[in-house]
């Protein structure tokens, strides 16, 4: 089983509407969640952290279940520029590891 | 514009070539990462560099040798790679904290280092 397990997609949605991805990760002890945004062919870049208490940047909502050992990531009035991959990343572990482990990412298509 | 600096953007070798990836940060983070990035793959962890010292290798192959001058720079150096070697190279920074949601734990990364072995 992997990690960190993500569904690769592609969700292929219209503008304005709501879509949501989820992440699920085997390691009980894991501390620290985010999401990341990848364009084609340009670097990972932080979208969020995933907080316990779920947290909310505009557009962008991210919940942690810890009992369910999940995290996802619902993005409201999807625009054309939200086109992109969503890596779902957990750190931390069994003695305090700082290794982040990646999902394999969830590729959104925003079309007019 | 990144704070994880690398360089060159794109390298093109031959199997035989010795070359280098750099890598530098000014963020006083003090680990360090190489990362490969395969087409449509999520990022595969290679090294880590902790305080300047190698804390992880992932069995990573020895025609890749990673190397820490200084707490900002961090480089990569290439010795008779393989066409599969040809990649996305990503070099990323953060503060090695113990695991705890605190922002902390942010990778940054690079613009990375498009790859290819002829």
């Known amino acids: 089983r992997k990690e960190v397990e993500q569904d690769p997609g592609p969700f292929n949605v219209p503008e304005g509407a709501t879509v949501a991805f989820n992440c699920t990760y085997s390691?009980?002890?894991?501390?620290?969640f985010f999401w990341y945004r990848q364009d084609c062919r340009k670097e990972p870049k932080l979208l969020m952290s995933?907080?316990?208490s779920g947290n909310e940047d505009g557009r962008f909502t991210a919940q942690l279940n810890r009992a369910s050992q999940y995290i996802s990531l619902l993005i409201r009035d999807s625009k054309l520029s939200d086109s992109a991959t969503y890596l779902c990343v957990v750190k931390g572990g069994t003695g305090g590891s700082y290794i982040p482990t990646f999902g394999r990412g969830t590729s959104l298509i925003v079309h007019p | 514009d990144t704070e994880v600096t690398q360089t060159p953007k794109h390298l093109v070798m031959g199997m035989t070539n010795k070359k280098s990836l750099k890598c530098e940060q000014h963020m006083g983070h003090r680990a360090m990462y190489w990362y490969k990035q395969k087409a449509k793959k999520p990022p595969e962890l290679m090294f880590v560099y902790s305080y300047e010292k190698l804390s992880i290798n992932e069995s990573v192959p020895s025609r890749f040798s990673p190397e820490c001058p200084n707490s900002s720079l961090l480089n990569l150096h290439l010795h008779a790679l393989q066409p599969e070697d040809s990649a996305l190279y990503l070099c990323?920074?953060?503060?090695?904290?113990?695991?705890?949601?605190?922002?902390?734990?942010?990778?940054?990364f690079g613009a990375g280092s498009r790859l290819t072995v002829l």
């Open positions: 995933v907080y316990s």
């Open positions: 390691n009980s002890a894991s501390q620290s």
């Open positions: 990323a920074s953060s503060r090695p904290t113990g695991g705890k949601t605190d922002g902390a734990n942010v990778l940054t």
